[in-house]
């Protein structure tokens, strides 16, 4: 029986990955991962979470056995998100629902830059059944995501469509008269290489790992930085967003940054939301927030 201190208690009830990493079972799922896991400072087996390869393989394995996911695999140089955090966003996403889901029609999510890892429609489909639209600005991206789709036979649960217009989110993607029950989003957060660069030197630092360069966990120019960084991107989707109101009940993106709440808040009373929800999160160190916002009158 795990000690409550090793319970890592911040991450959402539901989440399956509240307990330390069982090493022994993953490897066992992914044989490709035993070179990776060493002990750890405090002498607990463990990964150099620095290090995109290691992770790439633990993330193979979690899949595998918690999601059904029997093969995937990114391209190099590609974002490698760790699984905990984006299952955390789909589980609270998923109470927002059960609150205010009123459709009886099956839960239909529009994922927005679902990148080559196809994470959130992986783990959202498994664990709830939800069916997905991704999408994605990348044509490599968009052609890695259909493998892991054809590979693990879900199509028609779920369905990629590459974005040809970069300054667009919904247009081009939602077609007319389709609904959605939800979007969901996670932004690149930084305004330029140097910002990104800092922002992976205070997460080395915090990994012990201070004199190492570069990105951890991967990542394309796209899935990192945009102008004007994580705000600006986000008040671009919620005044496009106004467009299609009536086909989308929640709206929803991560916000990572707290200073970017304001100048969020501001945008939404500019479209006129009819209801707006801030959900906190927590990974580790990492304090994260979900923005859902509807223009339906509950």
């Not at 795990?2 to 992914?30: E, G, M, S, V």
């Not at 035993?34 to 393989?57: C, H, L, R």
């Not at 660069?197 to 997460?203: M, P, S």
Request: charged share 20%.
């Amino acid at each position: 029986m795990l000690q409550p201190a090793q319970i890592k208690t911040a991450l959402h009830p539901r989440n399956q990955h509240r307990d330390r990493y069982d090493f022994d079972l993953l490897i066992a799922i992914n044989p490709a991962l035993k070179p990776y896991v060493k002990p750890n400072k405090y002498g607990d087996a463990s990964i150099d979470f620095a290090n995109p390869q290691a992770v790439k393989v633990l993330n193979q394995a979690l899949l595998k056995q918690y999601y059904d996911v029997a093969i995937w695999d990114i391209p190099s140089q590609y974002l490698c998100p760790p699984i905990p955090g984006r299952a955390d966003y789909v589980h609270y996403l998923a109470d927002c629902l059960a609150e205010n889901h009123t459709q009886k029609a099956p839960v239909r999510g529009l994922d927005i830059g679902v990148g080559a890892n196809l994470i959130y429609p992986l783990i959202g489909q498994h664990t709830y059944g939800w069916q997905f639209v991704g999408t994605d600005i990348d044509v490599a991206a968009i052609n890695n995501a259909q493998q892991i789709v054809d590979a693990n036979s879900l199509n028609g649960k779920i369905e990629l469509r590459l974005q040809r217009n970069k300054s667009h989110f919904f247009s081009g993607i939602i077609q007319q008269d389709e609904r959605f029950t939800f979007t969901m989003c996670n932004p690149p957060f930084h305004a330029s290489l140097a910002e990104a660069q800092a922002g992976t030197q205070r997460k080395w630092r915090g990994l012990g790992k201070g004199g190492k360069s570069g990105l951890n966990f991967g990542g394309q120019s796209n899935e990192l930085i945009c102008e004007g960084g994580e705000e600006a991107f986000v008040i671009a989707m919620i005044k496009e967003s106004k467009q299609f109101a009536t086909q989308c009940q929640w709206f929803t993106t991560l916000v990572s940054k707290a200073a970017t709440l304001p100048s969020v808040y501001h945008a939404l009373q500019k479209v006129s939301a009819q209801q707006v929800k801030t959900i906190d999160m927590q990974q580790g160190q990492k304090q994260s927030r979900i923005v859902a916002w509807t223009f339906v009158m509950s």
